[in-house]
């Protein structure tokens, strides 16, 4: 996947997940892509939901990508408060 973003400037959203996005994003971080590590970042803030919030806020928090972080804390916050 980061290899096709590298020849096409795209990530394939519509065959992937947020595991595999996270996967991407560690690769971009390591070999300093800031393009993909922007639309993996983006991707995991638009898919996010409750069987994914703990690996996203993880990833945020590893990743140290701070805007991400605090996306996904604002979603479970607020998706707890709805339930209340």
Known sequence: ???QF???DELNE???NAK?????LQLAKKYE???LTKKCVQFLKENMHFGNACSVYQ???NMKETDLELKILHFIERSVEIKN
């Open 6 to 8: 590298l020849y096409t």
């Open 20 to 24: 595999e996005i996270i996967d991407v």
């Open 59 to 61: 990833c945020g928090k």
């Open 14 to 16: 519509k065959q992937t």
């Open 33 to 35: 892509i800031p393009m």
């Open 1 to 3: 996947m980061e290899t």
